[in-house]
């Protein structure tokens, strides 16, 4: 749950809204080296490793 306050000044209560990444989609991703969560994705360096 996120809160939030308005231009009035209240405050708001809503749902994230996250997209998910397909499975296929993670399969690439991982294959070319990328750190995949439900809803994003980093680049790794070697150097952090």
Request: proline share 4%.
């Amino acid at each position: 749950m996120i809160f939030s306050m308005s231009c009035s000044g209240e405050v708001v209560e809503k749902e994230p809204e996250l997209i998910q990444i397909r499975p296929s989609i993670v399969n690439q991703l991982k294959k070319a080296k990328y750190g995949v969560a439900d809803h994003s994705t980093v680049g790794l360096c070697h150097w952090t490793k």
